[in-house]
């Protein structure tokens, strides 16, 4: 089955204790992406990657890491969590930019 | 920069009428238009989306939307809604001078009375 996923779906942490949220697809697509939602902003890209070895700023980079070291593998880091990184965050992935994204479930991140 | 206009927060419309969701977006450039939809508690995924060709797209569950230029509006409509139309919904843009990212809407909570 075509799928994103994304681990966990659910973490519940404390500041500045570093965390990664892994996103993995399995339909050898070449972009992907990580969005935050938060309620009444929509979604906010937060980094992309074209391809392997490629990535870059969304939206709303800051206090966030991402790399793309295989093409299937787009793992989300937060080297020191705030309370303000709070937020729904999904993994998605498309063919190309203007492809239908494929979106994982979610995962619910809360910072204390 | 590119940006995109959900005006209604909410919309409740009862069971079997009509609906109409309003997505506006701020430049006239050559775009590509979507609409995703986000179930309860799931990820969001594709209704339809414009990238050329006929103005009037049809999409899955019997949504359809209308691209309009001079008016740079792409409303989402369902002649009928069921309560499993139950979602909030999101329009997107492609910025062409952002490397074609995806600028996104609010979004837009559909509520289905019964």
């Known amino acids: 089955e075509a799928q994103v996923t994304q681990n966990p779906r659910y973490l519940i942490t404390v500041t500045g204790k570093k965390l990664t949220v892994t996103c993995s697809q399995n339909?050898?697509?070449?972009?992907m992406s990580w969005y935050r939602q938060d309620p009444g902003l929509g979604l906010r890209q937060i980094y992309y990657?074209?391809?392997?070895?490629?990535?870059d700023k969304g939206d709303v980079p800051e206090g966030y890491k991402v790399s793309r070291k295989e093409k299937r593998n787009f793992p989300l880091i937060l080297e020191s969590p705030s309370p303000n990184q709070t937020s729904l965050y999904f993994c998605a992935s498309s063919r190309d930019l203007v492809d239908t994204q494929y979106f994982g479930p979610g995962t619910r991140l809360t910072v204390l | 920069a590119q940006s995109v206009t959900q005006l209604d927060s909410q919309v409740p419309v009862f069971e079997e009428a009509p609906v109409e969701l309003r997505c506006n977006y701020s430049s006239s450039v050559s775009v590509y238009l979507f609409w995703y939809v986000q179930y309860p508690n799931q990820g969001l995924q594709l209704l339809l989306k414009?990238?050329?060709?006929s103005t009037l797209v049809k999409g899955i569950n019997g949504f359809e939307a209308e691209f309009n230029k001079s008016q740079t509006s792409f409303h989402l409509r369902k002649p009928s809604v069921h309560i499993s139309d139950t979602a909030e919904y999101f329009c997107a843009v492609s910025d062409p001078y952002s490397n074609y990212q995806l600028i996104w809407g609010a979004g837009t909570k559909l509520i289905i009375k019964p």
């Open positions: 990657s074209m391809n392997v070895e490629v990535t």
């Open positions: 414009y990238l050329s060709g």
């Open positions: 339909m050898n697509h070449e972009y």
